[in-house]
């Protein structure tokens, strides 16, 4: 039976800028099973990142709720949510979040570190050369071109083998070859170790490749993800 590993439920993200009350999500559902993936869609500005927050618990909901592996996260403190990112989620981000202070080695080694896993420098260096960074473990961000810099953060993403991987446009700065191969990772990460992949993304070979795509506009999904 599918197991839902993500159940959102009329999800309302509101912020209050300096003049007015702005409205990024309008009543958003969705439910992802587990081993699935999910391609979030829609133009800029749509929602897509906030979504991805709440469904993450980096952030809490104006309104509705969260269920993740079966635990409603909206209403616990940030600790806890901490707690079950640190157990449960890799994340791949539109701004990358690299430590400065790292090397590519290091940073990928980190999740680990964090998680108080044995640092597993064998499987850290064998990340970074899948995704094709050999030669460049001991730079740091700073020395690293944005699209390297990203394949650090989706080595860092894979380090913990997540239950569930987050991605804010894993392939946007990334020229074809090397998008080609980050979706063949992710892919293999889904198949091989039933990872479930929820993603943002402007690609649509990337969308088309997911199982079901969840298309925002102005805050709203019409209808329910569909095939
Ligand atoms: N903290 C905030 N305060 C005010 N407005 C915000 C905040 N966060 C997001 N927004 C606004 O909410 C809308 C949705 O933002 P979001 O980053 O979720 O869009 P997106 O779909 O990811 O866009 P893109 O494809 O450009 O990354 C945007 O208009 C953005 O300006
Ligand atoms: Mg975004």
């Keep these: 039976m599918a197991f839902p590993v993500i159940d959102a439920k ?7 800028t300096s003049d007015h009350e702005l409205t990024i999500l309008d009543g958003v559902s969705l439910t992802v099973n587990e081993g699935e993936s999910l391609a979030l869609v829609g133009v800029s500005g749509a929602g897509k990142s906030t979504l991805m927050t709440l469904l993450a618990g980096l952030d809490v909901p104006t ?5 993740f ?3 409603r996260i909206d209403t616990l403190d940030d600790e806890s949510r901490a707690a079950i990112r640190a157990d449960s989620v890799g994340f791949v981000f539109q701004n990358f979040l690299l430590v400065p202070s790292l090397t590519a080695l290091e940073n990928v080694v980190l999740p680990a570190t964090i998680r108080g896993d ?3 420098w064998g499987r850290a260096r064998q990340l970074l ?12 961000p700073d020395q690293l071109s944005g699209g390297e810099q990203q394949r650090v953060a989706l080595a860092r993403a894979f ?16 020229d074809q070859h090397t998008a080609a191969k980050v979706i063949e990772l992710l892919f293999a990460l889904n198949r091989d170790h039933g990872t479930t992949l929820v993603m943002v993304t402007h690609d649509p070979r990337l969308a088309d490749r997911c199982d079901r795509k969840l298309v925002l506009d102005s805050g709203r999904s019409p209808g329910r993800p569909y095939e």
């Design 63 to 67: 309104g509705g709720e969260v269920h």
């Design 69 to 71: 592996l079966g635990r």
């Design 118 to 120: 044995e640092e597993d």
């Design 129 to 140: 050369e899948e995704v094709g960074l050999n030669g460049r473990e001991h730079h740091r």
């Design 159 to 174: 380090m913990t083998r997540p239950k569930v991987l987050f991605a804010d446009e894993p392939t946007g700065n990334l």
């Design 10 to 16: 009329q999800l309302v993200k509101q912020v209050t």
